[in-house]
Nanobody, 120 residues
Framework: VQLQASGGGLVQPGGSLRLSCAAS????????MAWYRQVPGKQRDLIAT???????NYAASVKGRFTISRDNAKNTVSLQMNNLKPEDTAVYYC???????????????WGQGIQVTVSS
């Protein structure tokens, strides 16, 4: 299973960006999908999750500004980020817990990091 993320870049404070992440390869099922972010010298922080039943959770720092969604038919997860702040600047990572086949346990997969920079 490979995850390919896209959509980062430079945006001014108050602006919006949409990140997307698509899974490919041998996929039987995907349960939890999530987005993390990391700034240099700090740990990678969980910011949003979405279950297979589309229940969502958010870190307090992004709640009300970010929206996570998924398309199960396309094996994708997205993160709509509105009202971005300079403190949202980080490398963003998508994460999925997926089963490559019906007999396997769920495994954690990561996309490549995407830089998001919020600056005027």
């Amino acid at each position: 299973v490979q995850l390919q993320a896209s959509g980062g870049g430079l945006v001014q404070p108050g602006g919006s960006l949409r990140l997307s992440c698509a899974a490919s390869g041998s996929i039987f099922s995907i349960s939890l999908m999530a987005w993390y972010r990391q700034v240099p010298g700090k740990q990678r922080d969980l910011i949003a999750t979405i279950t297979n039943g589309v229940s969502t959770n958010y870190a307090a720092s992004v709640k009300g500004r970010f929206t996570i969604s998924r398309d199960n038919a396309k094996n994708t997860v997205s993160l709509q980020m509105n009202n971005l702040k300079p403190e949202d600047t980080a490398v963003y990572y998508c994460n999925m817990n997926a089963k490559p086949n019906s007999d396997s346990l769920g495994l954690n997969y990561w996309g490549q990091g995407i830089q998001v920079t919020v600056s005027s």
